[in-house]
């Protein structure tokens, strides 16, 4: 799959910013939508081709329901022609909350002295990494506040202590890390450390609109932020993640922006993003702004709908912002990792008598506050395989996402039989009764779907060592 150049009026040059505001209300304010083009679009991302910013434009400016229904059932039918039906799990946790940033939406923002400060010690974070373990959690994100404090080196030590933390048979495989941006120097520093993803969200890409909301702190400089991933990837990083705080802006000019965000990756470094996260902006401490540009549940899904199909090999992360009814509705769009068992307040995860506890203070509030093994339980239901798998990280398999779109087979040889064998260890070590009782019925109903015989046996012989006692297997 080629990528090709739209003679941008910002070229795209390596560590230069990339993002017109004009270019891209043109797109939108110049294009006319009817289901007939929607529907000609759609089933160019069913055949497998990502799209353009002019093509997604089109599906962004569709309001009749006729449209907006062929993009929603596209969705649907990318996910199931496409992904597997496995969601892979994973949890925040909060390592410090001091900021010296004043982002108008946060609870961490420096000028907010109802925030009680914290940055977890080394034997807190310990103590929270092992309380995950011991409800099954295998993959990490570690999020900072912007601060002196969380140097590179800071970070870096943060990460290889969580990977150090070993519980029983808990292990964290994979740590990801949201934080604030690092020069080139700094990024070595934490992509030795072993991350997975570097993630950071623009927030919005819409200049003025971002001055207003960030108005001081080293983040109200809009280039440095936007050119991060770049530093990032000219340190070695190639697995980084992108997003927009949707809520801040007109939410089909962030769509189009992040399309324009993947191409700039991708024409200078030939990889686009794993993953795009689209939160929404949830009520925080000291919150201070309108609710002019929020995003209604029906924009809300639309929105995640016209992602899958614009950029159909990335990675869709939802997060515990959303409610339950609507990561049920998005989930069916092809969103491929979802948070669960989330705590935002730093420290929450330990029931440790060190730290008190009436320091919990989130940075702003969650709709989805079930445990893991709720989530588990209700994905279940679903007849989506809950998945832990870290296996293509660490085989070296960079560009997971993009693989699995584009190899044939390669969701059935890899991802199923990791995401059925990760779901197997949980049951073993964690589920509840009646979760293991579904968990199984699940596993047993996908062997079938793997096909080869011989793969169904091997896929077999390791669910058997794991009931055994063995741990790790991945393929
Ligand atoms: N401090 C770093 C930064 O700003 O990039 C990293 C961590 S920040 C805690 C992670 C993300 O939380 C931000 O990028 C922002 O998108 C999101 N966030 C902040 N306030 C929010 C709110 N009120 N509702 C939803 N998301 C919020
Ligand atoms: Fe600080 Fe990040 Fe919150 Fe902004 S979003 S105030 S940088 S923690």
Request: proline content about 4%.
């Amino acid at each position: 799959m080629k990528f090709t150049p739209e003679n941008y009026k910002l070229p795209d040059v390596p560590m230069q910013p990339f993002i017109d505001d004009e270019e891209i209300w043109d797109y939108i304010n110049h294009t006319q939508s009817t289901p007939e083009k929607v529907k000609a679009i759609v089933q160019k991302s069913l055949d497998k081709n990502r799209l353009s910013l002019a093509e997604t434009a089109v599906l962004l400016k569709a309001t009749d329901s006729e449209s907006i229904e062929i993009i929603k059932k596209g969705a649907r039918e990318l996910k199931e022609k496409v992904y597997g039906k496995r969601i892979v799990l994973f949890a925040p946790l909060y390592v410090g909350n001091y900021c010296s940033n004043n982002c108008r939406y946060c609870g961490f923002k420096a000028s907010n002295k109802s925030a009680i400060r914290k940055t977890l010690t080394k034997e807190e974070l310990i103590e929270n990494v092992k309380a995950l373990e011991e409800h099954g959690q295998k993959r990490l994100i570690l999020v900072y506040g912007e601060h002196r404090t969380y140097s590179a080196e800071f970070i870096a030590d943060t990460v290889r202590t969580v990977y150090s933390v070993k519980k029983d048979h808990g292990e964290i495989r994979r740590v990801n890390i949201n934080a604030a941006p690092f020069d080139i120097e700094g990024f070595k520093t934490v992509h030795e450390s072993g991350i997975g993803t570097y993630q950071i969200f623009q927030e919005t890409y819409h200049h003025p609109t971002y001055s207003y909301v960030h108005p001081s702190g080293k983040k109200a400089d809009y280039d440095w932020r936007l050119t991060s991933l770049d530093r990032a990837m000219e340190a070695g990083i190639d697995d980084v993640g992108l997003g927009a705080l949707f809520g801040l802006y007109d939410w089909r000019f962030e769509v189009l922006a992040l399309l324009r965000h993947v191409n700039h990756l991708e024409a200078c470094y030939n990889v686009g993003p794993h993953t795009i996260s689209f939160p929404r902006i949830q009520d925080a401490s000291e919150y201070d702004l309108d609710d002019k540009y929020f995003v209604t549940d029906a924009e809300f899904t639309r929105l995640v709908a016209i992602l899958r199909l614009a950029v159909p090999y990335t990675g869709l992360i939802l997060t515990a912002r959303e409610p339950e009814k609507i990561r049920k509705e998005v989930l069916a769009f092809g969103c491929s990792q979802i948070d669960a068992g989330t705590k935002l307040e730093i420290g929450a995860y330990s029931e440790n008598p060190h730290i008190d506890q009436n320091l919990h203070k989130e940075q702003f509030k969650i709709n989805d506050d079930r445990t893991l093994n709720e989530v588990i339980d209700e994905l279940l239901n679903s007849d989506y395989i809950p998945s832990f798998c870290t296996a293509c990280y660490r085989k070296g398999r960079t560009g997971e996402h993009f693989m699995e779109f584009s190899v044939p087979g390669f969701i059935k040889k890899f991802c199923t039989p990791n995401a059925m064998l990760t779901l197997a260890e949980y049951i073993v070590d964690y589920a509840t009764p009646e979760t293991a009782a579904k968990g199984w019925k699940v596993i047993n109903r996908n062997l079938e779907s793997l096909g080869d015989e011989r793969y169904i046996k091997e896929v077999n012989s390791r669910l058997e060592r794991i009931k055994q006692g063995e741990r790790d297997l991945y393929f």
